[in-house]
Protein backbone atom coordinates (compact mmCIF):
# COMPACT_ATOMS: atom_id res chain seq x y z
CA UNK A 1 0.00 0.00 0.00
CA UNK A 2 1.51 3.43 -0.88
CA UNK A 3 1.45 5.72 1.70
CA UNK A 4 1.95 8.80 -0.74
CA UNK A 5 0.07 8.27 -4.21
CA UNK A 6 0.12 11.25 -7.37
CA UNK A 7 -0.59 10.67 -10.49
CA UNK A 8 0.43 11.14 -13.08
CA UNK A 9 3.95 10.17 -12.80
CA UNK A 10 4.70 11.91 -15.95
CA UNK A 11 3.47 14.52 -17.79
CA UNK A 12 4.40 15.83 -21.14
CA UNK A 13 2.50 18.87 -22.65
CA UNK A 14 2.53 22.00 -24.80
CA UNK A 15 2.74 25.51 -23.67
CA UNK A 16 -0.76 27.37 -22.77
CA UNK A 17 -2.06 23.79 -21.86
CA UNK A 18 -3.78 23.56 -18.52
CA UNK A 19 -3.27 20.50 -16.38
CA UNK A 20 -4.03 18.53 -12.77
CA UNK A 21 -1.82 16.39 -11.15
CA UNK A 22 -3.80 14.58 -8.10
CA UNK A 23 -2.89 13.53 -4.52
CA UNK A 24 -3.50 11.53 -1.80
CA UNK A 25 -2.57 9.83 1.39
CA UNK A 26 -3.51 6.96 3.66
CA UNK A 27 -1.85 7.69 6.38
CA UNK A 28 -4.55 9.21 8.11
CA UNK A 29 -2.34 12.69 8.24
CA UNK A 30 -3.87 16.25 8.34
CA UNK A 31 -1.68 18.48 6.50
CA UNK A 32 -0.72 18.23 2.90
CA UNK A 33 1.73 19.85 0.69
CA UNK A 34 2.70 20.79 -2.69
CA UNK A 35 5.93 21.24 -3.42
CA UNK A 36 8.45 22.22 -6.37
CA UNK A 37 11.85 20.83 -6.88
CA UNK A 38 13.84 22.48 -10.17
CA UNK A 39 16.34 21.29 -12.42
CA UNK A 40 19.23 22.13 -9.60
CA UNK A 41 17.43 20.02 -7.17
CA UNK A 42 16.01 22.80 -4.96
CA UNK A 43 13.08 22.13 -3.03
CA UNK A 44 10.80 24.89 -2.36
CA UNK A 45 7.26 25.11 -0.97
CA UNK A 46 4.32 26.42 -3.20
CA UNK A 47 0.93 25.33 -0.46
CA UNK A 48 0.30 23.56 2.51
CA UNK A 49 -3.30 22.38 3.53
CA UNK A 50 -4.50 21.46 7.36
CA UNK A 51 -7.53 19.63 7.32
CA UNK A 52 -8.93 21.33 3.99
CA UNK A 53 -7.92 24.89 4.88
CA UNK A 54 -5.13 26.26 2.87
CA UNK A 55 -2.14 27.35 5.32
CA UNK A 56 0.49 28.42 2.87
CA UNK A 57 0.15 30.19 -0.53
CA UNK A 58 3.62 31.34 -1.09
CA UNK A 59 4.20 33.74 -4.06
CA UNK A 60 3.27 30.78 -6.84
CA UNK A 61 1.66 32.25 -9.58
CA UNK A 62 -1.95 32.33 -9.51
CA UNK A 63 -2.18 29.86 -12.30
CA UNK A 64 -1.33 27.51 -9.95
CA UNK A 65 -4.45 26.48 -7.82
CA UNK A 66 -4.39 23.45 -5.19
CA UNK A 67 -7.65 21.95 -4.17
CA UNK A 68 -8.23 19.84 -1.28
CA UNK A 69 -11.91 17.85 -1.13
CA UNK A 70 -10.91 16.31 2.08
CA UNK A 71 -7.54 15.46 4.07
CA UNK A 72 -6.34 13.03 2.13
CA UNK A 73 -6.89 14.43 -0.77
CA UNK A 74 -4.76 17.61 -2.50
CA UNK A 75 -4.98 18.36 -6.16
CA UNK A 76 -2.99 20.93 -7.88
CA UNK A 77 -4.52 22.53 -11.25
CA UNK A 78 -1.85 24.29 -13.02
CA UNK A 79 -3.75 26.53 -16.24
CA UNK A 80 -2.14 28.23 -19.09
CA UNK A 81 1.17 26.13 -18.60
CA UNK A 82 4.86 27.56 -19.07
CA UNK A 83 8.35 26.22 -19.96
CA UNK A 84 9.15 27.74 -16.64
CA UNK A 85 6.76 25.30 -14.99
CA UNK A 86 8.74 22.35 -16.06
CA UNK A 87 10.04 20.65 -12.87
CA UNK A 88 9.21 18.15 -10.56
CA UNK A 89 6.29 18.44 -8.38
CA UNK A 90 5.95 16.57 -4.96
CA UNK A 91 3.28 16.13 -2.82
CA UNK A 92 3.65 15.50 1.29
CA UNK A 93 1.84 14.59 3.94
CA UNK A 94 2.17 15.25 8.00
CA UNK A 95 0.81 15.49 11.10
CA UNK A 96 0.50 18.77 12.04
CA UNK A 97 2.71 19.23 15.34
CA UNK A 98 3.88 15.52 15.10
CA UNK A 99 7.60 16.59 14.48
CA UNK A 100 7.96 13.32 12.44
CA UNK A 101 8.62 15.10 9.32
CA UNK A 102 6.79 14.40 6.32
CA UNK A 103 5.84 11.29 3.42
CA UNK A 104 6.79 12.43 0.23
CA UNK A 105 4.59 10.73 -3.06
CA UNK A 106 7.04 9.39 -5.56
CA UNK A 107 6.44 13.30 -7.48
CA UNK A 108 5.18 14.38 -10.92
CA UNK A 109 8.12 15.01 -13.86
CA UNK A 110 6.19 17.64 -15.63
CA UNK A 111 7.42 18.89 -18.71
CA UNK A 112 6.05 21.52 -20.92
CA UNK A 113 7.28 21.84 -24.69
CA UNK B 1 12.83 34.64 5.00
CA UNK B 2 14.08 31.42 6.05
CA UNK B 3 17.01 30.14 4.46
CA UNK B 4 19.14 26.59 4.94
CA UNK B 5 22.44 26.60 3.45
CA UNK B 6 24.51 23.17 2.23
CA UNK B 7 27.32 22.70 0.58
CA UNK B 8 26.44 21.61 -2.94
CA UNK B 9 29.04 19.30 -3.18
CA UNK B 10 30.17 16.75 -4.43
CA UNK B 11 31.77 15.39 -1.25
CA UNK B 12 33.85 12.47 -2.19
CA UNK B 13 34.12 9.37 0.78
CA UNK B 14 35.81 6.37 0.20
CA UNK B 15 34.18 2.95 1.34
CA UNK B 16 34.31 2.23 5.43
CA UNK B 17 35.14 6.38 6.11
CA UNK B 18 32.91 8.42 8.18
CA UNK B 19 30.85 10.66 5.93
CA UNK B 20 30.16 14.30 7.46
CA UNK B 21 27.51 16.73 6.25
CA UNK B 22 27.12 20.32 7.06
CA UNK B 23 24.30 22.33 6.92
CA UNK B 24 23.29 26.10 8.77
CA UNK B 25 19.74 27.54 8.83
CA UNK B 26 19.26 31.51 8.92
CA UNK B 27 16.16 31.93 11.62
CA UNK B 28 16.13 31.46 15.44
CA UNK B 29 12.59 30.22 15.03
CA UNK B 30 12.91 27.34 13.54
CA UNK B 31 12.72 24.28 16.29
CA UNK B 32 12.62 20.58 14.52
CA UNK B 33 15.48 19.77 12.28
CA UNK B 34 15.20 16.80 9.75
CA UNK B 35 17.67 15.01 7.02
CA UNK B 36 16.51 13.55 3.97
CA UNK B 37 17.79 11.44 1.29
CA UNK B 38 17.30 11.40 -2.31
CA UNK B 39 18.26 9.05 -4.94
CA UNK B 40 18.61 10.34 -8.33
CA UNK B 41 15.05 10.39 -9.93
CA UNK B 42 13.26 9.36 -6.37
CA UNK B 43 11.23 11.11 -3.81
CA UNK B 44 13.28 12.12 -0.25
CA UNK B 45 13.16 10.11 2.12
CA UNK B 46 13.49 10.92 5.65
CA UNK B 47 16.70 9.62 7.73
CA UNK B 48 17.16 11.64 10.56
CA UNK B 49 15.10 14.18 12.73
CA UNK B 50 16.52 16.03 15.70
CA UNK B 51 14.55 18.82 18.04
CA UNK B 52 16.96 19.26 20.89
CA UNK B 53 20.53 20.31 20.95
CA UNK B 54 22.95 17.59 20.89
CA UNK B 55 23.65 14.34 19.16
CA UNK B 56 21.30 11.63 18.48
CA UNK B 57 22.57 8.09 16.74
CA UNK B 58 19.95 5.69 14.59
CA UNK B 59 22.25 3.25 13.50
CA UNK B 60 25.07 4.10 11.55
CA UNK B 61 23.64 8.15 11.47
CA UNK B 62 24.47 10.73 13.92
CA UNK B 63 22.41 13.78 13.99
CA UNK B 64 23.78 17.02 15.52
CA UNK B 65 22.01 19.97 15.85
CA UNK B 66 23.70 23.27 17.76
CA UNK B 67 20.76 26.07 18.20
CA UNK B 68 23.47 28.67 19.28
CA UNK B 69 25.25 28.09 16.71
CA UNK B 70 22.55 27.37 13.81
CA UNK B 71 23.82 24.63 12.67
CA UNK B 72 23.00 20.89 11.61
CA UNK B 73 25.12 17.63 11.03
CA UNK B 74 25.16 14.26 9.99
CA UNK B 75 27.34 11.45 10.21
CA UNK B 76 27.25 8.58 8.15
CA UNK B 77 29.95 5.89 9.73
CA UNK B 78 30.85 2.74 7.95
CA UNK B 79 29.90 4.10 4.49
CA UNK B 80 28.71 2.26 1.84
CA UNK B 81 28.37 2.80 -1.80
CA UNK B 82 24.61 2.45 -1.38
CA UNK B 83 24.75 5.77 0.76
CA UNK B 84 25.64 7.64 -2.62
CA UNK B 85 22.43 10.19 -3.10
CA UNK B 86 21.69 13.90 -2.24
CA UNK B 87 21.25 14.65 1.49
CA UNK B 88 19.14 17.44 2.14
CA UNK B 89 19.09 19.27 5.34
CA UNK B 90 15.24 20.76 6.25
CA UNK B 91 14.13 23.24 9.72
CA UNK B 92 10.78 24.37 10.63
CA UNK B 93 8.54 25.63 13.65
CA UNK B 94 6.37 22.50 13.23
CA UNK B 95 2.69 22.82 12.00
CA UNK B 96 1.49 22.96 9.17
CA UNK B 97 4.11 26.12 8.25
CA UNK B 98 5.98 23.71 6.21
CA UNK B 99 10.17 22.77 6.31
CA UNK B 100 12.12 25.02 4.38
CA UNK B 101 14.88 22.73 2.43
CA UNK B 102 18.61 23.76 1.67
CA UNK B 103 19.81 22.72 -1.93
CA UNK B 104 21.48 19.83 -1.23
CA UNK B 105 24.44 17.81 -0.46
CA UNK B 106 25.82 14.97 -3.22
CA UNK B 107 27.56 12.55 -1.33
CA UNK B 108 29.76 9.52 -3.55
CA UNK B 109 31.05 6.73 -1.71
CA UNK B 110 33.62 5.24 -3.80
CA UNK B 111 33.94 1.71 -3.24
Known amino acids: DTAVSQTPKYLVTQMGNDKSIKCEQN?????MYWYKQDSKKFLKIMFSYNNKELIINETVPNRFSPKSPDKAHLNLHINSLELGDSAVYFC????????????FGSGTRLTVV | QKEVEQNSGPLSVPEGAIASLNCTYS??????FFWYRQYSGKSPELIMS????GDKEDGRFTAQLNKASQYVSLLIRDSQPSDSATYLCAGGQGGADGLTFGKGTHLIIQP
Open chain 1, 27 to 31: LGHDT
Open chain 2, 50 to 53: IYSN
Open chain 2, 27 to 32: DRVSQS
Open chain 1, 92 to 103: ASSQEYSNYGYT
